[in-house]
């Protein structure tokens, strides 16, 4: 009898855990759709000025095309992380590193010692 209630208590436990699990993730993805949103905000805002300042500024043709690309770039992917959901990108990212391992790991060595380079500084 002990052992079926120990089995019981387990269950409970087990069950307890995939409720909390279930809501962690719950809480992450709307964290991360508010991240999304901002950047998506952040990025169009960030064309609009790229765009004013080349129009204020004494530069010459050339230059302001140039800010214009730029800003066309940023508005694609503020559009592409607008018309994702993070789900969506997330199995994007996982086809694209199946797909191109070798790349992939390349890549991120590269954000890696990047990341590094900018967050050690002058020191």
């Not at 709307?30 to 790229?50: M, P, S």
């Not at 790991?105 to 050690?120: D, E, Y």
């Amino acid at each position: 009898m002990a052992s079926n209630g120990q089995a019981d208590n387990m269950q409970d436990v087990a069950d307890d855990i995939q409720r909390e699990l279930r809501e962690l993730q719950r809480q992450l993805r709307g964290r991360a759709n508010e991240v999304r949103k901002e950047v998506v905000k952040q990025l169009y805002t960030g064309a609009d000025a790229i765009r004013r300042e080349a129009r204020q500024s004494d530069a010459g043709d050339d230059a302001k095309r140039s800010a214009d690309e730029i800003a066309r770039g940023l508005e694609k992917a503020a559009s592409y992380l607008n018309s994702r959901s993070v789900e969506d990108m997330g199995e994007e990212a996982v086809r694209v590193v199946r797909a191109n391992p070798v790349r992939a790991v390349i890549v991120a060595f590269v954000v890696g010692l990047l990341m590094g380079v900018m967050m050690r500084g002058d020191k």
